[in-house]
């Protein structure tokens, strides 16, 4: 059953029903103040770091779930029969006559109505500013006159997420606010908890109108024993003007309102974060200043001005999603238009909150926990360089930063200090080379090599900074420099699979198994490191030779070969490739094991690298991922399921089976496995494992897969699992830059490289054509495959504007020019 639609022309999502499989969310916000958002006004909002600077609290594992939101509620009458309800559905599952959400590029809508009152809401982070807008109309579509009383609603986070949620005994003792709430003008609520110490900064709830009533207390407004679903002050149409003392500050308004039949009015609505210079933090003792507030307010004081900076918004995307487009009109198979608006529409989105999120903050992970990631954010800038490479050029300078002089790196780092996080530290021994695949794929798509030349700190010292250049070196000669017994990359604590902990046996019950590991085996070797330094390493050889680096370059073409070589002799298994050693020097992912003899990791990426595509092993493989992983939802990560834990191999074993990385589909790795089958030319497969994963196709089975259809989840449960097919941890994960390069680069085949613009397609057979337009360089590229032949793979001829080109790398232009190109397949 679907629960919405695509609205491919408005790029939006449309929610028709509320009570969806589970909440289903947009993210507000493009680079520094976020929201999440749900379809029933749920979420929160922080300005750059989840944990640290939290404007609103909510709670996670609440029962209902996704409680807490920016609320309204309406009282409509004047009198004791007035009707009470929620226009978003929650908090108070309100039975709505009409109600849709639509999800769009950086801003959700949800209108309802009940009893001829209409109520609509957009909800949006403008550009440049750190606040959300919330722009609400009521309209009173019967024929009478109606009285309203509308009450808004958030409840502030004391900031430190993670304080907020444990240290009771100070907080019910610091929470502070202010109010100015002018009968004229706009009126404001401010949270100021700890200003009055080491903060200097503020949130701001404002609406440009007057009001008639606030409360800032919970207590006061809900009553201390109700639930958001039934608060005192809205259902004795009556706000308390209660002024939070400790406890739990809330901001709400309260606005009486009359609307004559057929009349409407709105109201902006304005929740932000506000920062003052040390110096200039009060405006009298104890007494915030107010100015950065009141300049916010003041500049969306009108719905003219909200609705200019929302269309500002729109502009913004169609522009960034302009850089890479599937042409609708060009698709010759009904169902390709779900692969068109994925691929040209939201993978892309998704790629954006990636970037910005790393895994901090979804519904799935709470903010406090984990900052950016090492390997997380190097892929993530695969599906975002595209769109903005001006910040995945500043990401990765950051990221460079956290790296240590041997090559290894901080696991994470955090978004606000940019520091390496100590908690977790380092020794995930695939981070370096991800870093090599970050810049690669930067400089392929702008041809920046200056980048390298930037000074970069070690370890965060400025002292040991050195190019960039040799933080690549460093990285390759990392693994060059740390291998096994059988000449394989060394494990460490972990490899891309965070959960193959074959250095930490762990016994102790809530031990993070990542990071006690307890010893180091100088045993447990990786075969997914191998295939990733053999599919990395020629693209670090490539820019050494493009620098004038040809000795170095020469070194990585041996150090690839040789470890190709180790992968040969030590990691081919007889009909796929071995997943890693374990500390005894045991094998992982072989038939000689009793679970987990074939694993879906080595195999994509070894033949990505090109291992054993001459002899026919590649084929063997990936033939056998088809035959033994392989389900109707997507690839699972590993069979058997490990059914028993093993204390050598760790938390891989430690989830039930067909869940997370025991044997669930982790959908980060299937377009390795896609990318691989273009690889071998099998355009109808690649495409088959595209699509399996792909949320848009499964869209009209949302009771079992719960989640967005129009965003990627990191798992879908396995085959062995209860409820196969149930995807869950939506929004954060590297499956949406994974599934965007397979898509974009190695199906549709058009694919930066150091040159130009390679047109390389590998599409089913039965797809006999299709238009891309691809900005690249500073000139767009109107891409038209035609394939009448039914091939899977090749390109016979190619004309760029009209004239034919040899080869099938398109130069680049830089001329700020449309150039046609028109590839025949055959
Ligand atoms: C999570 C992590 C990622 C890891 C993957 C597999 O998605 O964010 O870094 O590679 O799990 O364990
Ligand atoms: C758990 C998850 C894995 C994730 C890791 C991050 O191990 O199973 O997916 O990468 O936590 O800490």
């Not at 986070?157 to 009771?168: G, I």
């Not at 595209?690 to 967005?708: F, G, Q, T």
Request: net charge negative; glycine share 8%; with cysteine.
């Amino acid at each position: 059953m679907q629960y919405g639609y695509f609205d491919d022309d408005a790029r939006e999502y449309v929610i028709t029903r509320p009570d969806t499989p589970y909440p289903w969310i947009n993210y507000l916000g493009c680079e520094d103040f976020f929201g999440l958002f749900s379809n029933t006004s749920g979420g929160y909002c922080f300005y750059r770091d989840a944990r640290m600077l939290r404007l609103t609290r909510y709670r996670y594992n609440n029962a209902p779930i996704d409680a807490g939101g920016r609320y309204f509620y309406l009282r409509d009458g004047n009198d004791s029969e007035a009707d009470v309800w929620t226009p978003s559905w929650m908090p108070m599952k309100s039975k709505l006559d009409r109600y849709e959400c639509r999800h769009g590029m950086g801003y959700s809508r949800i209108s309802s109505s009940r009893n001829g009152l209409a109520f609509s809401q957009v909800s949006f982070v403008p550009l440049r500013d750190k606040c959300e807008v919330h722009r609400i109309t009521l309209n009173n579509e019967s024929n009478t006159d109606k009285y309203v009383d509308m009450f808004s609603f958030v409840e502030f986070c004391l900031w430190n997420a993670n304080d907020d949620m444990t240290n009771f005994q100070r907080n019910f003792s610091i929470g502070e606010v202010e109010i100015e709430c002018p009968p004229e003008g706009s009126s404001a609520i401010y949270h100021i908890t700890e200003y009055r110490e080491r903060r200097n900064h503020y949130a701001v709830w404002g609406v440009n109108a007057p009001v008639n009533g606030f409360d800032t207390d919970r207590q006061s407004f809900l009553g201390l024993y109700n639930g958001f679903d039934s608060p005192d002050a809205v259902f004795q149409g009556q706000a308390k003007d209660s002024i939070a003392s400790g406890w739990a500050p809330i901001g709400s308004h309260y606005i009486k309102l009359k609307l004559s039949a057929g009349e409407s009015k709105t109201y902006v609505f304005v929740l932000g974060y506000c920062e003052n210079p040390e110096d200039q933090k009060c405006e009298a003792q104890n007494k915030i200043n107010k100015k950065p507030a009141r300049d916010l307010l003041e500049k969306y004081n009108t719905t003219e001005a909200a609705d200019k900076a929302l269309a500002e918004l729109n502009d913004y995307w169609k522009n960034l999603l302009g850089r890479f487009t599937v042409d609708p009109f060009s698709l010759t198979r009904a169902d390709d238009i779900k692969m068109a608006r994925m691929a040209g529409v939201w993978n892309q989105y998704q790629c954006m909150v990636t970037f910005n999120m790393s895994r901090s903050a979804s519904y799935f992970e709470s903010g406090i926990g984990r900052g950016m990631g090492f390997r997380d954010s190097n892929q993530d800038l695969l599906g975002f360089v595209h769109l903005v490479p001006e910040r995945a050029r500043s990401r990765i300078l950051d990221i460079a930063a956290t790296q240590f002089p041997d090559g290894s790196a901080y696991h994470q780092y955090q978004p606000l200090t940019k520091r390496g996080n100590n908690e977790i530290g380092s020794g995930f021994n695939d981070d370096p080379l991800w870093l090599i695949c970050g810049v690669a794929a930067y400089i392929k798509e702008t041809g920046d090599y200056g980048i390298l030349n930037e000074r970069v700190p070690f370890d965060n010292n400025d002292e040991l900074a050195d190019t960039l250049f040799i933080h690549l070196k460093r990285s390759f000669d990392f693994t060059v420099n740390n291998k096994g017994p059988h000449g394989l990359p060394l494990i460490g604590r972990a490899d891309w699979n965070d959960c193959l902990n074959l250095n930490c046996f762990s016994k102790t019950p809530g031990e993070s198994f990542q990071t006690t590991a307890n010893f180091e085996s100088g045993v447990a070797e990786s075969v997914l490191i191998a295939a990733i330094f053999a599919f990395v390493g020629p693209d670090y050889a490539e820019i050494c030779r493009r620098t004038n680096r040809e000795d170095e370059a020469e070194y990585a073409e041996y150090e690839i070969a040789k470890m190709i070589d180790a992968v040969n002799q030590h990691g081919w298994d007889g009909n796929w490739f071995l997943r890693a050693y374990d500390a005894y020097g045991k094998k992982i992912g072989s038939s000689e094991c009793e679970d987990g003899k074939i694993f879906i990791e080595s195999n994509g990426f070894a033949v990505m690298a090109g291992i054993g595509v001459q002899d026919g092993r590649a084929v063997t493989a990936l033939d056998s991922v088809k035959e033994h992983l392989d389900t109707k939802y997507g690839i699972v990560l590993l069979q058997p399921a490990y059914k028993d834990y093993h204390l050598e191999l760790g938390e891989v074993s430690s989830y039930p089976p067909g869940y997370k990385e025991n044997a669930g589909i982790f959908c980060h790795n299937n377009p390795w496995v896609t990318i691989a089958e273009t690889r071998l030319g099998r355009g109808t497969r690649a495409f088959e494992t595209y699509a399996k994963i792909c949320p848009a196709y499964r869209e009209d089975d949302s009771d079992l897969r719960r989640m967005e259809p129009y965003v990627y989840a990191q798992m879908v449960a396995g085959k062995d699992a209860v409820r196969h097919g149930e995807a869950k941890n939506s929004w954060l994960t590297g499956t949406a830059a994974w599934t965007f390069v397979s898509i974009s680069q190695y199906i549709l085949g058009v694919r930066p490289v150091f040159d130009g613009l390679l047109i390389d397609p590998c599409i089913p057979s039965d797809m006999k054509g299709f238009a891309v337009t691809r900005h690249f360089r500073g000139a767009e590229y109107h891409i038209t495959v035609e394939n009448s032949a039914g091939v899977e793979k090749g390109v016979k001829s190619i004309t760029v504007d009209g004239n034919p080109h040899d080869g099938n790398v398109i130069p680049v232009f830089n001329d700020g020019k449309t150039h046609k190109v028109f590839a025949v397949m055959g």
